[in-house]
């Protein structure tokens, strides 16, 4: 890997390569906090603080790759006399196709991610709080050995309808249909699963229209192949959807990169080709202002034999019946 990573400085005219704890540091092997320095000669070498960091670039170097999430009080202590440029011009395109160990890894993400969501059809739903139910989420991604939680969504009844909705002290009560995902990062690499549960019963016309968002998950899934545009997953999910009558309800994103990060490459509004290798979160959702909506996010590895669902727990629509 170090050796496609100096290829790719190279070809970018870049003496060394400065990383903070970050997708990009761990990539490259990073652990904790610290820095870690890659020239065009030599092992990666690492120090502790950025004036250390700023030691170990060659003198002589004109053109140097910071990190993206570099701050500006770090580049001021390392006083760098170089052009300054983002290493993810270097290792973004290297991230896009993840290696066996890599793709190993994000099957245990989302694995453990599915997990907590199967778990939770077990837990007592009707007479809780979103922000409860919140909060025993984020304890059992602890449990399912999550190193972070990224994000914990539970909204229940007119709350499905917003996608940006944050748990709150709403009682979560028969009828109500609950949307429920977790994003967590396990050994360095992340997953997200989202399912929407109903307490009882759904609400009148919700089945109808969350089969619609079944029905673009699995067609935006299919399509992850190789030599695919990266573009066509989301642009099938959304001709399902708007075939529907549902286009002015659809969310803008159908989907992201995901592996050491929870937003990376490929962009799924991309003319790229998808190679095997690549992972995608697929997320197909479906919001009905002021009534309900609907979301299903899973994990699907592009392979060599096709696409792989890496969350493979069911998306049927589950009734909790307490």
């Not at 990573?5 to 003496?15: H, L, N, S």
Request: glycine share 10%; proline share 7%.
């Amino acid at each position: 890997m170090i050796d496609d990573v100096r290829a790719g400085m190279a070809a970018a005219g870049v003496d060394a390569l400065v990383l903070r704890p970050s997708p990009d540091f761990r990539y490259l092997g990073g652990r904790g906090a610290g820095y870690l320095v890659l020239t065009l000669e030599g092992p990666p070498r690492t120090a502790r603080g950025p004036a250390e960091a700023a030691s170990l670039v060659p003198v002589s170097a004109r053109r140097v790759a910071v990190d993206p999430e570099t701050r500006a009080r770090e580049l001021l202590i390392m006083g760098l006399d170089a052009e300054l440029m983002l290493a993810s011009v270097v290792l973004g395109p290297l991230r896009l196709t993840k290696r066996p160990a890599e793709v190993a890894a994000l099957r245990r993400a989302a694995s453990a991610a599915d997990s907590v969501l199967l778990a939770a059809r077990d837990l007592t739903w009707f007479g809780a709080t979103e922000r409860g139910m919140g909060y025993r989420l984020r304890a059992m991604l602890a449990e399912a050995g999550c190193d972070e939680a990224l994000s914990v969504v539970v909204a229940a009844g007119e709350h499905t309808a917003d996608p940006a909705h944050t748990p709150c002290d709403r009682v979560i009560n028969p009828g109500d249909a609950v949307a429920v995902s977790v994003c967590g990062r396990w050994d360095g690499y992340c997953a997200e699963v989202a399912r929407v549960f109903a307490v009882a019963e759904p609400p009148e016309d919700f089945e109808a229209m969350y089969s619609v968002v079944l029905a673009a998950q699995q067609a935006a899934s299919g399509v992850v192949r190789a030599g695919v545009p990266a573009s066509e997953p989301a642009r099938l999910a959304r001709e399902v959807i708007d075939g529907s009558g549902y286009g002015h309800y659809m969310s803008e994103r159908q989907g992201r990169g995901i592996g050491l990060s929870d937003h990376e490459g490929p962009s799924l509004d991309s003319g790229e080709l998808l190679a095997p290798g690549m992972t995608v979160c697929l997320e197909t959702a479906i919001h009905l202002p002021d009534l309900f909506g609907a979301r299903v996010a899973d994990v699907v590895l592009c392979g060599p034999e096709g696409p792989e669902r890496l969350s493979s727990g069911p998306q049927a629509l589950h009734i909790a019946d307490h």
